[in-house]
């Protein structure tokens, strides 16, 4: 028996000499560890701690960080507000744009002193004192005497007095007489016109056509007949005609 235990010793000691330090140190950490617990578990301590923690909850600086916070989420909710009511504007706008499918009728006998204002289209047979405005068609067959603005225009048999503006095209029937400007992006000329037509696309001058003003297009048709008193410039054509002439200048100078 005394030579096991001498053996023992032994090895002790020599597991000691090898790792002693780190041993101790662990052992007094496991110790500290053991001392951390052991005084949580104290009750005087505990009770320390649960006053301490009312006095943080119930002292000013908390409730001014409590007022910082509830002022920072209220300015985020008025800031995301403006962007809701931006897009239901947005959609409000989108929805203003759509042409409603209906036509609103002005009959012969009719006569319209103001101004009207259709999200349809417009069929004119009377007499409108005033500018006009629709999201759709405006067929004239009647008499107007102000601005007209719509989509699409068609006037046979008409008189108007005032421009014209189409986001589409505008076509001037026979009989027609118009005393103002047009523009579109198309139009067909047959009746008469007095005023400058400015259109970014093709324009066609039909034979029966009177037009005393200026015509700016992108092309143009003038069929045999036709009376123009003005210039006709095709500004909005693809061809470049001033690189074309100076690059003869510069041929005929050699």
Same mark, same amino acid.
Request: net charge negative; proline share 2%; charged share 30%.
């Given at each position: 028996?005394?030579?096991?235990?001498?053996?023992?010793?032994?090895?002790?000691?020599?597991?000691?000499?090898?790792?002693?330090? *780190?041993? @101790?140190?662990? !052992? =007094?950490?496991?110790?500290?560890? /053991?001392?951390? +617990?052991?005084?949580?578990? &104290?009750? $005087?301590?505990?009770?320390?701690?649960?006053?301490?923690?009312?006095?943080?909850?119930?002292?000013?600086?908390?409730?001014?960080?409590?007022?910082?916070?509830?002022?920072?989420?209220? *300015?985020? @909710?008025?800031? !995301? =507000?403006?962007?809701?009511?931006? /897009?239901?504007? +947005?959609?409000?706008?989108? &929805?203003? $744009?759509?042409?409603?499918?209906?036509?609103?009728?002005?009959?012969?006998?009719?006569?319209?002193?103001?101004?009207?204002?259709?999200?349809?289209?417009?069929?004119?047979?009377?007499?409108?004192?005033?500018?006009?405005?629709?999201?759709?068609?405006?067929?004239?067959?009647?008499?107007?005497?102000?601005?007209?603005?719509?989509?699409?225009?068609?006037?046979?048999?008409?008189?108007?007095?005032?421009?014209?503006?189409?986001?589409?095209?505008?076509?001037?029937?026979?009989?027609?007489?118009?005393?103002?400007?047009?523009?579109?992006?198309?139009?067909?000329?047959?009746?008469?016109?007095?005023?400058?037509?400015?259109?970014?696309?093709?324009?066609?001058?039909?034979?029966?056509?009177?037009?005393?003003?200026?015509?700016?297009?992108?092309?143009?048709?003038?069929?045999?007949?036709?009376?123009?008193?003005?210039?006709?410039?095709?500004?909005?054509?693809?061809?470049?005609?001033?690189?074309?002439?100076?690059?003869?200048?510069?041929?005929?100078?050699?």
């Amino acid at each position: 028996m005394s030579f096991f235990k001498d053996f023992k010793d032994d090895l002790s000691e020599e597991v000691k000499s090898l790792y002693g330090d *780190d041993i @101790e140190k662990e !052992a =007094e950490e496991d110790k500290d560890e /053991d001392l951390m +617990v052991n005084t949580l578990d &104290d009750p $005087e301590l505990a009770k320390m701690a649960e006053s301490l923690k009312k006095e943080v909850e119930e002292s000013p600086i908390s409730d001014k960080l409590d007022a910082e916070l509830n002022s920072k989420t209220e *300015d985020k @909710e008025m800031n !995301a =507000e403006p962007a809701e009511e931006k /897009d239901s504007e +947005v959609t409000q706008e989108a &929805d203003t $744009e759509e042409i409603a499918d209906e036509t609103a009728v002005i009959t012969e006998g009719l006569t319209v002193k103001g101004d009207l204002d259709s999200i349809g289209s417009i069929d004119l047979f009377g007499s409108v004192d005033g500018n006009i405005t629709c999201r759709g068609k405006l067929t004239v067959s009647g008499s107007i005497f102000g601005s007209s603005k719509a989509n699409e225009v068609f006037a046979n048999n008409a008189q108007i007095e005032g421009d014209i503006e189409a986001k589409g095209s505008v076509k001037i029937g026979q009989g027609t007489v118009i005393v103002g400007n047009i523009s579109a992006t198309s139009a067909v000329i047959a009746g008469a016109v007095k005023g400058d037509i400015d259109v970014h696309g093709p324009v066609i001058v039909d034979s029966s056509a009177i037009v005393v003003g200026d015509i700016k297009s992108k092309t143009v048709q003038i069929n045999n007949g036709a009376t123009i008193d003005g210039r006709c410039s095709q500004c909005y054509a693809d061809v470049n005609t001033d690189s074309i002439f100076n690059l003869k200048n510069k041929k005929s100078s050699k």
